[in-house]
């Protein structure tokens, strides 16, 4: 059974900061990374990383977001600083292996941006 826990989403001002993290259980999986989905917009890619820590980030949040991730924990995270507007989504972590199938999606966690 493959769970995908994620915890850390809110409110938060521009410029702030937050801290996202999705919890694995039940595979170790080569590919960990984090999507959004913002109101009318196609889930979209924002960071990616491998178990070897290679790592890929979307143009619009290069410099300000990183992705991390604890194997012993089986646990990625996102770092996000300097928080925009434009930020605001719904964020999914997602898992997979590549030859071994579809990944696995998280519950889903709101970040919002606003003053």
């Known amino acids: 059974q493959v769970q995908l826990v994620e915890s850390g989403g809110g409110l938060v001002q521009p410029g702030g900061s937050l801290r996202l993290s999705c919890a694995a259980s039940?595979?170790?999986?080569?590919?960990m990374g984090w999507y959004r989905q913002a109101p009318g917009k196609q889930r979209e890619l924002v960071a990616v990383i491998t178990s070897l820590g290679t790592t890929n980030y979307a143009d619009s949040v290069k410099g300000r977001f990183t992705i991390s991730r604890d194997n012993a924990k089986n646990t990625v995270y996102l770092q996000m600083n300097n928080l925009k507007s434009e930020d605001t989504a719904v964020y999914y972590c997602?898992?997979?292996?590549?030859?071994?199938?579809?990944?696995?999606w998280g519950q889903g966690t709101q970040v919002t941006v606003s003053s």
């Open positions: 997602n898992a997979r292996n590549p030859n071994r199938g579809p990944g696995y």
């Open positions: 039940g595979s170790i999986f080569s590919i």
